[in-house]
């Protein structure tokens, strides 16, 4: 079992950056591959980015392919999302998950979900 809480999300300038932290307890935390999920009002959910267990294997959407980095110290049970040149479309509640039961870039496996945090990119 492990319980994901995100944080860091606010309101940044378009072209501003933000970092999200996804901070996990639980046991063996190196088990669990970790992904960012984002709802938008208007928009139908979006799976983000998505590290593997040891942080060897990272995916993102097109959508933020280039601007959006997910990274994992396992030493500090965190993972973080670095976004930078944010764009307008990139405002929603962001969340963080968790799984250990598939391969981490399957949305569907994920499990264990946190309660969101809001970034707002004003134009």
């Known amino acids: 079992q492990v319980q994901v809480v995100e944080s860091g999300g606010g309101l940044v300038q378009a072209g501003g950056s933000l970092r999200l932290s996804c901070a996990a307890s639980?046991?063996?935390?190196?088990?669990?591959?970790i992904a960012w999920s984002r709802q938008a009002p208007g928009k139908e959910r979006e799976f983000v980015a998505a590290?593997?267990?040891?942080?060897?294997?990272?995916y993102y959407a097109d959508s933020v392919k280039g601007r959006f980095t997910i990274s994992r110290d396992n030493a500090k049970n965190t993972v973080y999302l670095q976004m930078n040149s944010l764009k307008p479309d990139d405002t929603a509640v962001y969340y963080c998950?968790?799984?250990?039961?598939?391969?981490?870039?399957?949305?569907?496996?994920?499990?264990?979900w946190g309660q969101g945090t809001q970034v707002t990119v004003s134009s």
């Open positions: 590290i593997s267990r040891t942080g060897a294997g990272t």
């Open positions: 998950a968790a799984q250990s039961g598939s391969t981490y870039y399957t949305p569907r496996s994920y499990n264990y």
């Open positions: 639980g046991r063996a935390f190196s088990n669990y591959a």
